[in-house]
């Protein structure tokens, strides 16, 4: 059988991060090469208790087919912890929960690229995303992150050469590269995108993470038309369940439901019914103060490990929260062979490369923290350490 | 802000039943509408001890992010189902799963269609493959049904005329006729598409709901590596999980996972886990009996109740199986005003016309037999009947 597939999806290519999951999963290998959140705080007991609670409460409900749009109690839940946390004002009509907010990446791809449409991401950017537009066969131009977010004058100069439909951005700890963006960085960017017209997807899975600085302003508060807000429960209750959400304004959010019926019908909903359950009966704060905490003293370890057993001459970010730091080797040094010789040591990490969206071989790579106890980060690092030195 | 969405996405129509089943919501309502299963057979007990028992003896993992391709011991169950109950042989390598059967196709119009690719459709056909694969901007060709499945001649004179990207069917108690394709039907369908070379999506999500008549032969069967099979654990387990499943040979396998991979990573994995634990620790066969027992009950029912209060100038299908039947009202009657006139006497129906691809107002609409128990039947077809009589 001779298979006629579409053009779109001959131009994506199979995740070079899947490929080293797969090595990775030697339980013998220390592995900073995930982005997974810390198995060990998972409310294992509470979510037991709200799905007990569930399917003994309202069982036939919650078995049944729902509504594209999501669990109704989910969504002002999600409304009303914005309001609290961050002061955004969004209104549960305009927030659709969709499976992981990868989902969010797929629909909104749908809704607005067409072939050839130009995309403006971050250098490094998130894997993820360059996936998902790939598909719709989006033309990327990458931006540069500097450490206090995007570069202004390359941002501003891209968006002067072309045109863009899309801004995709991850402001807070960004993945991979651990970056915020400052607050000033913020408003500079904000008034480029507004003048340009972009629609901007602000990612924020890792938001609830901080562990040092302060909370910065959100875009979705400063331009709230313009801004398409990403959000997960994948981070600060536990991944399996695939909810995510997407924040956008009416005229955007109607496209979002077409095309979200058209791709699952709806978030599974039984999944939808035990997180709010377990929200509403749990203290989520207190929960996620114990992942932060240990996510700070992780990255703290991880920082003076580097500090103590590598060379001078590299370069490393120093993120407030989330899961990931970046590494920057000495110009000229391949992260690909570091990596390879890195497998024969028993420690991964993932190479720059498949986060730029037009470069080989590069000389960066991307650490997690999230998932190793302490004293497996030092001996972890160490033996990267080691295997730099090997030439 | 003046949003500029992709051209893709303004081609598809906001569902027609999502607004029908807002009008049906309202509880003194007789709903035919609908194309969900009975709740009264959730397996609430069972699948609440499965939870538990996942949470329990393995919840850390349960809870993480998993594989894109699906929980394995699952995939080895629907492998061996098939082999037991539909004697097809197929490798659980060649299962992926999806979130809800809806995916699979949103996931084959992603790596099949370019714009204006022609698809195959059955007349009148599932609203959900024409709105995934409308996405895709698909030319759609449809060829009507007749009572022993597709009508060969004008199937033969389609493709003879065009060249097919797909041919998507529900050979087993189609949604929305309620037909099943004959025995002959089928080798003659396969014969057609084998010359042709197309390729072939049996969407199979009612098949195990039979109550009359005997097992056909699978089109997979036929044609393994030209046939994608559907399959959902919706409707003999229960929907809310989102779990369904695409069987495809390897080199359709592979695109599927990538495409699968950048529109959700991968399916809620902790109803993978609790769905596999239902199964295996209950009596699935026994449980799909009660469910089938019922149906067949409620489809007599309300075939009985059309004989007795319709006139003779109408004509039903029968269906051996699954959750609808179809009605031919006499020429030139709108089932729309038929449909508003039912609004009034509180009951609810589909009209024909979204099931076909180019027709307006027609004189056919679809009945829902599996939510409603005898006695509403009943009552329900007499209140149609009336609103017919009632010019």
């Known amino acids: 059988m001779n298979y006629n597939f579409s053009d779109r999806i001959s131009g994506v290519p199979r995740s070079f991060i899947r490929e080293i999951l797969k090595v990775a999963a030697d339980p013998s ?117 500097v450490e206090e977010g995007m570069d202004i004058e390359l941002m501003r100069n891209a968006l002067l050469k072309a045109r863009f439909k ?64 990403l959000g997960t429960f994948s981070k600060i209750v536990a991944p399996a369940f695939r909810i995510g959400w997407i924040v956008a304004p009416d005229e955007v959010f109607e496209k979002l439901v077409i095309a979200k019926q058209a791709a699952d019908l709806h978030t599974n909903y039984i999944g939808q019914r035990i997180i709010y359950q377990y929200l509403i009966d749990n203290d989520i704060d207190a929960h996620i103060s114990k992942i932060t ?5 992780q990255r703290e370890t991880m920082v003076k490990a580097i500090g103590t057993y590598f060379p001078d001459d590299i370069n490393i970010t120093l993120p407030e929260g989330g899961m990931f730091l970046w590494m920057t080797l000495p110009q000229g040094v391949s992260s690909i062979t570091l990596f390879n010789k890195c497998i024969e040591k028993k420690v991964a990490f993932v190479p720059g490369s498949p986060f730029y969206t037009n470069k080989g071989d590069v000389n960066t790579l991307r650490l997690n923290f999230s998932c190793s106890d302490e004293k497996t980060i030092e001996e972890g690092i160490k033996r990267i350490a080691e295997a730099l030195k090997s030439k």
Chains 1, 2 share one sequence.
């Open 166 to 229: 899309l801004f995709y951005a991850v402001p807070n700890f960004q993945n991979p590269s651990g970056i915020s963006y400052s607050e000033e960085n913020r408003h500079e960017v904000a008034r480029l995108i507004s003048n340009a017209g972009t629609v901007m997807i602000e990612d924020d899975p890792y938001g609830e993470l901080r562990f040092l600085g302060t909370e910065k302003t959100s875009f979705k508060k400063m331009l709230p038309n313009q801004v398409i807000m």
């Open 293 to 297: 905490e240990a996510y700070g003293k």
């Open 29 to 145: 290998f220390i592995s900073f090469a995930g982005g997974l959140p810390n198995k060990d705080f998972f409310p294992l007991k509470e979510i037991e208790e709200a799905a007990a609670k569930v399917l003994k409460n309202d069982g036939k409900t919650a078995l049944q087919y729902s509504i594209t749009e999501g669990y109704l109690p989910l969504r002002k839940y999600i409304a009303n912890r914005y309001k609290i946390k961050k002061g955004i004002s969004v209104s549960p009509e305009h927030i659709l929960i969709t499976s992981g907010s990868q989902q969010g990446l797929d629909l909104m791809g749908k809704i607005f690229i067409n072939e050839g449409d130009n995309v403006l991401l971050e250098e490094p950017g998130y894997l993820g995303a360059i996936q998902a537009f790939s598909i719709f066969k989006a033309k990327f131009i990458a931006v540069p992150l």
